[in-house]
Nanobody, 116 residues
Framework: QVQLVESGGGLVQAGGSLRLSCVASGNMFRINAMAWYRQAPGKQRELVASVNTGGITDYSDSVKGRFTITRDNAQNAVHLHMNSLKPEDTAVYYC??????????WGQGTQVTVSS
């Protein structure tokens, strides 16, 4: 079993920045990628960014150029650096881990609210 613990959410004004962190623990044998998803009220959960153990990243078009995902393999941690935040980025952000593209393990979520 893999446990994921997120931190770093909060309230920020439009144009501001936040960094989300997620630390994984447990059996990481079948984990080759970690990702951040988000879910806004009334919307489906969507993939924001992912990174594999080789450092290859992928981003949704809505965050390209503003968000950066980084991974610390030694710490089993992944971070999401969010810049130029917009009100439409408001959502609960979830950390996920698994064998890409199937993410079977999820964190509890952290709220990000961007005020206009």
């Amino acid at each position: 079993q893999v446990q994921l613990v997120e931190s770093g959410g909060g309230l920020v004004q439009a144009g501001g920045s936040l960094r989300l962190s997620c630390v994984a623990s447990g059996n990481m044998f079948r984990i080759n990628a970690m990702a951040w998803y988000r879910q806004a009220p009334g919307k489906q959960r969507e993939l924001v960014a992912s990174v594999n153990t080789g450092g290859i990243t992928d981003y949704s078009d809505s965050v390209k150029g503003r968000f950066t995902i980084t991974r610390d393999n030694a710490q089993n941690a992944v971070h999401l650096h969010m810049n130029s935040l917009k009100p439409e980025d408001t959502a609960v952000y979830y950390c996920a881990a698994g064998w890409y593209p199937s993410f079977r393990h999820w964190g509890q979520g952290t709220q990000v609210t961007v005020s206009s």
